[in-house]
Nanobody, 120 residues
Framework: QVQLVESGGGLVQAGGSLRLSCVNSGRTFGILHMGWFRQVPGKERELVAAIIWSGGVPDYLDSVKGRFTISRDNAKSAVYLQMNSLKPEDTAVYYC?????????????WGQGTQVTVSS
């Protein structure tokens, strides 16, 4: 089983930074891509950043481009989200996700979520 464990959330002031980590402590075979989603109450979950395990240019939500960076560590089966210049509107529960299909890109496995709160 794929097991995604997130860490790194917390409370930060606007303009600050946080780094989220997600480690796949379970089966890694067949995982082709990973991503970070976020969700606030009453809204749909949205894809913040995504990366393909074999390489390529990551994808970003327009509102986080230039501020967030997704990266991976193949040896550790980990994906990270460096979040800089945080804004109050970035407040959400952030979820790590992984999938084994690229076209269409599907996310079949999810972490438990980590809260990010940005105060103004």
């Amino acid at each position: 089983q794929v097991q995604l464990v997130e860490s790194g959330g917390g409370l930060v002031q606007a303009g600050g930074s946080l780094r989220l980590s997600c480690v796949n402590s379970g089966r890694t075979f067949g995982i082709l891509h990973m991503g970070w989603f976020r969700q606030v109450p009453g809204k749909e979950r949205e894809l913040v950043a995504a990366i393909i395990w074999s390489g390529g240019v990551p994808d970003y939500l327009d509102s986080v481009k230039g501020r967030f960076t997704i990266s991976r560590d193949n040896a550790k089966s980990a994906v990270y989200l460096q979040m800089n210049s945080l804004k109050p509107e970035d407040t959400a529960v952030y979820y790590c996700a992984a999938g084994g299909r690229l076209v269409p890109r599907q996310y079949n496995y999810w972490g438990q979520g980590t809260q990010v709160t940005v105060s103004s």
